[in-house]
Each structure stands twice: as C-alpha cells, then as structure tokens.
C-alpha cells in the first residue's frame, strides 16, 4: 500500500496545502490519523482517504458547507 504526503494528496485534489491543511484542521473534510515522527506531526494519505476528501469537496464552496445556505429570494420584475 501505497502513502501520499499532504502535498501529493493536495495536488491530486486540485487544492493547495494550505487549503487541505486548513480543510483538515477545521474538521471540514476528515484526514489520516497524524503519525509523529520525532516533534512533528505527518499525514500519510492513502488513496481511500483521498478519494473519500474528493466525495466531499463538492459540499465544499469557498471554505464553507454549503449544506444550510440561505436560498436568495428572486428578484420581482417590474412591469412597464
């Protein structure tokens, strides 16, 4: 089995680190169980976890669920 670093599983998302970093973090998306090697913290990627993230980035707009969005109420035309 295979492992991706948070780079390649943000590259094969089509999302910066950053942005998965923060996804992550947020609890927006779920990630690996973190590894510690020596003082850091390391996230091995499998390919389930990145497409488990891919099912997901669609609920995703702009760095928020989109589930509880307000509907905008249409625009009433005036008549001439």
């Not at 390649?8 to 609890?27: D, E, N």
């Amino acid at each position: 089995m295979t492992f991706l670093s948070m780079r390649q599983a943000a590259k094969k998302l089509g999302l910066s680190i950053a942005a998965l970093s923060s996804y992550v973090a947020k609890k927006k998306v779920p990630g690996p169980e973190p590894q510690r090697i020596g003082k850091q913290l390391i996230y091995a990627w499998s390919e389930e976890d990145v497409e488990r993230v891919r099912k997901l980035l669609p609920k995703i707009a702009n760095g928020r669920k989109t589930r509880f969005q307000k509907e905008r109420p249409k625009k009433a035309r005036r008549k001439k």
